[in-house]
């Protein structure tokens, strides 16, 4: 399988899952401002969506939205733990977190990397987003990790989203919790690791 990404984007996501489960892959990176991967290929004419990330199958299939990438490479290794059975009610809370993320948070704060915004739009963007994570903080209550004690795909996608706040100045100091959450799974093996070979750190 071969993962397109671009560094620190929600491609990171399915990136850490790969590693979790321990799946055999490999890394293209995208620029996603010139569409052009790092082998000098038009990206539009492997995702015409653009975006990150897509997941190419060794049949040459190819897979796109974090939220089913990252489902789907959980299934590949359900002994894993990253996803809930299939059927279970478990694995319908999983779609249900995986769905606030992608609407919620993931499009909420897409707005902050528009260098064009106006204080207004941003101030608005900001309320919305504290809203959010007000929300999170109490889903959380004392659980570890999204679903409880297991660490899912999930965590991945929240870990990833909850990354941009620094890039785009969203202060999430007063949120405890998420800060907590924040650097607990940051110090995840598979996470460093993922995170290390995006050069996002050292």
């Given at each position: 399988m071969k993962l397109y990404y671009s560094p620190g984007a929600c491609s990171l996501s399915p990136h850490i899952v790969l590693l979790e489960a321990g799946?055999?892959?490999?890394?293209?990176k995208v620029d996603l401002k010139t569409k052009k991967t790092e082998k000098g290929t038009d990206y539009l004419t492997i995702n015409s969506k653009g975006s990150v990330p897509a997941l190419q199958l060794d049949d040459g299939r190819l897979l796109t939205e974090g939220p089913a990438v990252v489902q789907y490479l959980a299934d590949l290794k359900p002994e894993s733990g990253l996803?809930?059975?299939?059927?279970?009610?478990?694995?319908?809370?999983?779609?249900?977190?995986l769905n606030y993320i992608t609407a919620e948070l993931h499009k909420g704060y897409g707005p902050l990397f528009n260098p064009g915004i106006s204080a207004d739009w941003k101030a608005a963007?900001?309320?919305?987003?504290d809203k959010k994570f007000q929300w999170l903080?109490?889903?959380f209550g004392n659980k570890p990790y999204l679903l409880g004690d297991v660490f899912t795909v999930a965590?991945?996608?929240?870990?990833?989203?909850l990354r941009?706040?620094?890039?785009?100045?969203?202060?999430?100091?007063?949120?405890h919790?998420?800060?907590?959450?924040?650097?607990?799974?940051?110090?995840?093996?598979?996470?460093?690791a993922a995170l290390k070979a995006e050069g996002l750190i050292q």
């Open positions: 799946l055999p892959h490999t890394l293209e996803a809930p059975p299939q059927g279970s009610f478990e694995r319908y809370r999983l779609m249900e977190i963007v900001l309320a919305n987003l903080t109490d889903y965590d991945a996608y929240l870990f990833t989203v941009w706040s620094s890039r785009v100045g969203v202060d999430l100091a007063k949120y919790v998420l800060t907590g959450y924040l650097a607990r799974v940051g110090q995840r093996p598979e996470v460093q």
